[in-house]
């Protein structure tokens, strides 16, 4: 934790009913807390409460480690709210897994570097060794754990250790070229951020520049997304497109992806370290 | 009003403190409203507090036409909070500005005339008398008031007289080109509409198109606003732009601007019929 | 035609040699034409060649009615080139088929009744009776064909019918809620235009707003087609998309949605009037 | 030189009148060469004629070192051609003028590094040292010079200097934040890209961010452009923008405004190195 207190983030779902703004708020007060940016939405169809709310712990009278306790005890627990509580002066550690693209990687090292984002980065992993250059120039550890078919499980088992030996809180795949396991995407709920480099749902799996331009489509896209168990449908985050005119080509569709790419990782990965994304159903509000 | 209740709009602003948004929430509550969108800044530079809340008056235990009036005494005035109250269920009346060109007027008449807007539209003024057959196609009175500098002030309160009459709440300029008096903008503070056909604050003024055709950008824009005494400065409420490439000369850029001013001006129009427009010195904050 | 003698268009490809765009511009010049505008690409992979060109008839030595002759005996012919040849002065004569939704109808009607598209619409066919007024205000013939399971084909053959004695070239699906038979699409190859109301290929067929939302997409789109037999996979002319934010819900969707239909449907039929889409194995090439 | 022969490209402008591009297509016809894209348009206005062709040297019959003249004494001098010739077979070397900001440089040394651009960069200079790191980690040398007031001319001629003795034909400042006099910038005259972190012409100068947010736009935007002697009113090559909602204050338009940086000053620098770029009386045509 830095000195400054910094912020309080709660994040809140539940069935919609009266008074659900007023007890958080009254929560906030009663702590002497300054809210500083408040974000409330209905859903008109499910009757479903959603809400992000944000306040200066300096002055606060309970200390960051007693909130969440006594906000469940008054609040959450007597309405029936799920909620999440983060605190803006933690920073956050994260791992990068590559395979041999280096753009996304690139851009991830530079943002962190130069201190645009408040992050750590203890590791990076690639089933490849191309870009240890890379992450030697930024000087962090890269570690190469080549998957086959008969090694995955064991080799997914050492990464995961990895991660826990570093204390890693969120796995970022900057095109990754491998398919995560269903035991290790589980033991990162919401917690691991691919990019697709598509419009998803347009073009899952393999090869989607070369699908869409065999379909005539007139933009591409790409769409970062938390990993569940199924491939490409995991809850989507962030997306971005660029329109294509008539002379563009296979090639054309890789170079204007990769700067949607890095685009659309990037901000994905702000908004989680911001703590503005709400899980729900397979769907994410961004509280942008 | 209608049969349907329907929601009530707070849109507030002061200086911050402790206690804001805990205050609004809880004569929300008090009353038996049910909140179904909250939105909530602080302005960190100027710790000045803005606010947007919509809840159901369904159930809630005021009538609207008492509403304001315990708000002030119980909140907004003991809290120094600027306020301002809508209603739903509301029918705005509306007035629309013509002059000869016609891709603006259609646009919006058709989205009265299809039900997409609560709106009526009493009346349409022009200072020439070209589009009277669109006005009547669609079965909208047109009166022509044709301006020259001697006649300027008398027309203007003609104009202003007949809007009275029509009870007259919002005034849409689409692609009026006259300049109002500021008499007449004194009398419509925030509630006249412009459409300027350029990326303000870059090419006030006339022929926006054959300057940015000059200077070569490579994307054209259009701006809406609020019309104040000076000439394309009042508030901005919204912009969208499209891209230039390099066979497009200026007859393109009048084309594509056209599509430009008709979603921009509707955006604008949409945004303040549904009360989602704060203004605070010049600037908008539209709650989109 | 116009007194003006406009501009000609070849749109041309072919598999691609040495000496394509020489023999068109050389063929252009011997007639004395000035060529105005010229796009010409080769697609890398499939060395497949295409090209549109535009030159001014003014002081050409070929009358309109000679020049696809002569090109096809002196060019086309001897280098295997498929071609098409146009005139900017001819007008197009367009059918607006709709059901019950107007606004694509509003902004297609306003577009010719204000001289912005140089088109004739000779009438108006629909399956529901709801448009009628709409129709009448522009002062358009409407056709009413109810559709049934038993009579579809009879009326697919009047329409077919009124189309030809209306010297119809181009008919345009306004958001029209019925889907032709594979007899009517055939009788109008690449001058049937629709909207769908999705970025192709995702969410393809019904309801797509909502599918789109259940994804939890962050962009929406809209795609206009040429009509082939199968449904929603013609090719694609024309693109758009527009960004949700987290308070967007289905109604919010259709609501934005509206407005990306009515703009890449028009860009369509612009593009279409302009002769500047090629069609190629179920791809457009668009020259913007 | 590569091994490949690649392809030739040449730039030209000129007034109208017939012929043009069946001169240009006959002489690169008469040696064999295939043209694998042309464009070619008219403006309207000014009647004057632009064109960039590209084609395969591969069985061209002239050296590339023979080409431009015999263009000339065949073509260009004739017709008044102004003309430019490159070869895609040419690497270009680039230098980069930082000062403190490291999120351009970190972009394009990325893509220098990874081949995604075929450029090489001999050298980065700077008026600060802080970015010497970031230098190091891609391992390009990194030269310090200072500017103040009475050392500006002498420091300027040592860097012209430096760039002559690396051969460089291409200075792009990365967020340099000096003023290049115009005795420099005469030296690279449309060789010298400057990212201009507004949407130009709006907020030249100092601060845009700031004044962006003062005068309450919706959207900001970047510009990258040629320099010439005049501050940021050198002719533009690319632009970009992005919207800002009603949270968004002066922080978030930095950040936000970042990423526009890096994508419109990459564009504009990749669009030079393909040769796409013609310029004509401070306006460019990018042939994108």
């Known amino acids: 934790m830095n000195k400054e207190p910094g912020t309080a983030i709660l994040l809140i779902h539940c069935p919609d009913r009266r008074g659900l703004v007023l007890a958080v708020t009254g929560f906030i007060q009663k702590h002497n807390g300054n809210i500083i940016r408040l974000d409330e939405v209905v859903d008109a169809e499910s009757r479903t409460f959603f809400m992000r709310v944000e306040w200066e712990l300096d002055g606060f009278t309970l200390a960051p480690g007693e909130i969440g306790k006594a906000f469940d005890s008054d609040v959450a627990g007597p309405l029936g709210m799920n909620r999440e509580l983060h605190f803006s002066a933690e920073t956050a550690r994260m791992a990068i897994f ?47 754990f080549p998957i086959r078919p008969d090694n995955k499980t064991a080799q997914e088992q050492k990464e995961l ?31 691991i951020i691919n990019i697709h480099h598509s419009f998803l749902p347009a073009f899952p799996g393999a090869k989607p520049y070369h699908s869409a331009y065999q379909r005539g489509v007139k933009i591409i896209g790409a769409s970062s997304h938390y990993v569940s168990a199924e491939l ?31 685009l659309v990782l990037s901000r994905a990965v702000w908004f989680h370290l911001q703590h503005r994304i709400l899980v729900y159903r397979n769907r994410t509000l961004v509280f942008a």
């Open 232 to 262: 490409d449908q995991g809850p989507i985050i962030e997306q971005d497109v660029e329109k294509l005119n008539y002379k563009d080509q296979v090639p054309d569709l890789i170079r204007k992806g990769r700067d949607l790419e890095k």
């Open 161 to 191: 250790e990895l991660l826990r030996q570093n204390r890693v809180g969120l796995v970022v795949l900057a095109r990754y070229m491998q398919i995560l396991s269903s035991a290790f995407t589980a033991a990162y709920p919401n917690r």
């Open 98 to 144: 590559v395979s041999r693209l280096p753009h996304c990687l690139h851009d991830l090292l530079g943002r962190a570097q130069s201190g645009e984002w408040k992050v750590e980065i203890p590791l990076i992993v690639s089933n490849h060794p191309d870009l240890e250059p890379v992450a030697a120039g930024f000087g962090i550890p890269f570690h190469h």
